[in-house]
């Protein structure tokens, strides 16, 4: 079956979706990040460090993520199809590189002196935006290429054990990290199904701490929705949140 076939099957009758959430999340976290780059303060060292930290931080989930990819995605896929994740497999190992690359550059505005950092950070933002730019079609490919391979030899019960498998390996301040930004980028709907399998899954006080640490970057209105749809009290998060900070 082609992939177009597999990918219009799935229109009809949505299959489990291993890439959608967290692209949404590094999408969000991409943009987010390019744009407070582009609008840096090199004269002001308070505006322009965490600016680069949250560089960082991004670059960090990036290399994260590719990697899990790698060890879990790839290596289902290899399993049932061998050679089918090797462009994006090469494709890793370049992000890999562009991200040293952007670290390096992120250093050179901090060391830089006053006269040379507007034209550090200049640089520093349209390699930022390259970067971006090449990830978002990459994730493209991941997310209709990849997405047809798995659902040709995967049912979504192996899927969902998959999932759980990469979920298992992750240390739960990235999990955080995660959430911060995936949550945002969600749709009511999704938002509400995603916490409310977690909150099946997470002792209470987790669940409440997980709520209160996302709960400042949702606008009221996502909140109105949110919280009935996730058995929440709306001061809940709030007191949650000023514990958790």
């Known amino acids: ?38 609008r840096i303060d090199t004269a002001d060292t308070d505006d322009m460090e965490p600016t680069l930290e949250q560089l960082d931080a991004l670059l960090t989930l990036c290399e994260k993520h590719l990697r899990h990819e790698n060890d879990f995605v790839h290596t289902a896929i290899e399993a049932r199809q061998p050679g089918a994740s090797g462009r994006i497999a090469d494709e890793h190992r370049e992000h890999l590189e562009s991200i040293a690359a952007l670290r390096d550059e992120a250093q050179q505005l901090r060391r830089g002196g006053a006269g040379q950092r507007p034209a550090v950070a200049l640089r520093l933002y349209r390699h930022l935006a390259l970067f971006v730019a090449e ?24 899927l969902m054990a998959l999932h759980g498998r990469l979920m298992a390996s992750i240390p739960p301040q990235e999990v955080l990290d995660v959430m911060r930004w995936m949550l945002p980028a969600l749709g009511p709907a999704e938002r509400a199904g ?26 009221d209105i996502a909140w109105v929705k949110l919280a009935p749809a996730i058995g929440v009290e709306p001061w809940m998060p709030l007191s949650a949140a000023s514990r958790v900070a």
Do not use: C
């Open 135 to 158: 990830n978002f079609e990459h994730m493209h490919i991941e997310e209709t290429v990849h997405n047809a391979t798995l659902w040709a030899h995967y049912t979504d019960q192996e």
């Open 1 to 38: 079956m082609s992939t177009d076939t597999l990918l219009a099957t799935h229109a009809v009758t949505p299959r489990l979706d291993l890439y959608a959430g967290i692209h949404k999340a590094l999408r969000s976290f991409m943009m987010d990040t390019l744009g407070r780059v582009g």
């Open 194 to 219: 995603l916490l409310n399998g977690m909150k099946a899954q997470l002792p209470p006080h987790a669940f409440q701490a997980l709520v209160g640490y996302v709960r400042p970057h949702l606008d």
